[in-house]
């Protein structure tokens, strides 16, 4: 079983920054895609940015230059730098991933259990 421990939510005013973290621990051969999604009360989760286990990013327009996404495959970690925050990002972040559990085997999604952030104008 696999299990994604969140981290870095919390309150902050415009024009600040946090930096989320999400761990994966468990039977894992191999990781494929870690990303972040987002989802404001009221609305569609949403993608924020995501990475491949060749390093390849991809962010949401919204967020383009603003947020960075890295992963450390050696901890099974995927991060997310978030500056220059503003009152619509306002959401809970979700960590999500696509996982390889042994060699040969299929892949399955995870998702990490949601970690706040609260921007205040």
């Known amino acids: 079983q696999v299990q994604l421990v969140e981290s870095g939510g919390g309150l902050v005013q415009l024009g600040g920054s946090l930096r989320l973290s999400c761990a994966a621990s468990g039977s894992i051969f191999s990781i494929n895609v870690m990303g972040w999604y987002r989802q404001a009360p009221g609305k569609q989760r949403e993608l924020v940015a995501d990475i491949t286990s060749g390093g390849s990013t991809n962010y949401a327009d919204s967020v383009k230059g603003r947020f960075t996404i890295s992963r450390d495959n050696a901890k099974n970690a995927v991060y997310l730098q978030m500056n220059s925050l503003k009152p619509e990002d306002t959401a809970v972040y979700y960590c999500?991933?696509?996982?390889?559990?042994?060699?040969?085997?299929?892949?399955?999604?995870?998702w990490g259990q949601g970690t706040q952030v609260t921007v205040s104008s």
């Open positions: 999500n991933t696509l996982i390889r559990m042994r060699v040969g085997g299929p892949t399955y999604k995870y």
